[in-house]
């Protein structure tokens, strides 16, 4: 008589029991699909990234694992671990050289810029280990016209001290950035106010004096008829307007004037450029050329017609840096330089400026 529940005979239940443990072991589509998402979405390892990108500069294995000094297999496992985490082949390997697919080239495009940033990082961590440093941001014309051309003094009185400029237009966040300083470029509204007034800016026509000398002549705003006016090609379509020929034209009773023609650049050393090599006449921020002006590699034609900018150019420190030596030390130097600077072009401060000027 059978006493099992349900009547199951003994070979019945290791079948139903083998039946259970099979489905128990086995994972859904869902499951699978779920482990393979899960999978894709890991990190990279680097350690692939730099297998790939030396496989695709070279399309060749044996050529990235003898610059990497690992064995071509390494490399090839490698490879194939980053294959099965992207989830596509990144290769066509073909039977002496291989190329690149699609999605290779796709995510060699983003590898290489990547890994040379890494790369220039640790470079300037290791030169700079031990040594005294000061990084700035500052936007480009003011490096090259302003700060470039004095620093030679500095480095020359603080050789202790490496100096790094990174040059953008892009704003930067000093709360957040590895920087020590920013040098910037606006109106006092727009500063903080632990921000240090450099000096202000007026707005001149500036020429090269072959140029004024062989010309025709520039008496009055009338005579820049006869002239190549020179500008910004976007001030039109920004808030730097002011700093426009049709502004300053407006400004001085000639709002209709037409040049004899019109060149533009995108930058302030670009322009300024042009108008040393007699190619026109730029209307220039005073700051930015006044040693150029007192050398007499350019002539100011109308000296009584300067006009006012609402701009200025201040020192932000970073809130992380005020009381690191050399950060002090080149704050002073910066602020004797600004000093000099708003004597030679005769800066007055606004009023509501005076407590943030060095």
């Known amino acids: ?136 941001t500052t936007f480009a014309s003011f490096a090259s016209m302003w700060l470039i051309p004095r620093l030679e003094v500095f480095q020359r009185e603080n050789p202790e001290i490496d100096i790094r400029i990174d040059a953008s237009d892009v704003a930067v966040d000093l709360d957040i950035s590895d920087l020590d300083l920013a040098l910037r470029y606006a109106p006092a509204s727009h500063m903080p106010p632990h921000a240090i007034r450099l000096f202000g800016e007026q707005i001149t026509p500036v020429i090269s004096p072959w140029l004024l000398k062989s010309g025709p002549r520039l008496k009055k705003p009338d005579d820049l008829a006869q002239f190549t006016l020179i500008e910004a090609g976007d001030a039109h379509r920004t808030h730097f307007e002011w700093l426009t020929w049709r502004r300053w034209l407006d400004q001085h009773a000639t709002p209709k004037l037409q040049a004899k023609r019109w060149l533009y650049f995108n930058y302030a050393y670009q322009m300024v450029q042009a108008a040393l090599t007699g190619q026109g006449v730029v209307l220039a921020r005073l700051p930015l050329i006044a040693e150029s002006l007192a050398s007499g590699d350019l002539v100011e034609p109308l000296p009584h017609l300067r006009m006012e900018s609402p701009m200025a ?26 000093a000099q600077t708003r004597k030679a072009i005769g800066d007055m401060p606004d009023p509501d400026a005076v407590d943030n000027l060095d």
């Open 1 to 136: 008589m059978n006493d099992r529940p349900g009547g199951a005979s003994p070979s019945n239940e290791i079948a139903v029991r083998y039946s259970f443990h099979k489905r128990i072991n086995h994972p859904t589509p869902s499951r699978m699909l779920h482990s393979q998402t899960h999978l894709r979405s890991r990190p990279i390892a680097a350690g692939q990234l730099r297998a790939f990108e030396a496989v695709a500069r070279h399309l060749n294995f044996r050529a990235a694992s003898e610059e990497l000094a690992l064995t071509q297999s390494a490399v090839s496992r490698q490879i194939q671990a980053l294959e099965e985490d992207v989830g596509v082949s990144l290769f066509h390997r073909h039977t002496r050289a291989v190329e690149l697919t699609g999605a290779g080239g796709t995510l060699l495009r983003a590898v290489t810029p990547s890994l040379e940033r890494i790369d220039g990082a640790v470079r300037q961590i290791r030169q700079s280990a031990g040594r005294k440093s000061v990084a700035l």
């Open 313 to 338: 150019y201040w020192l932000i420190i970073g809130p992380r840096n005020v009381a690191r030596p050399e950060v002090l030390a080149f704050c002073e130097w910066l602020k004797e330089q600004g």
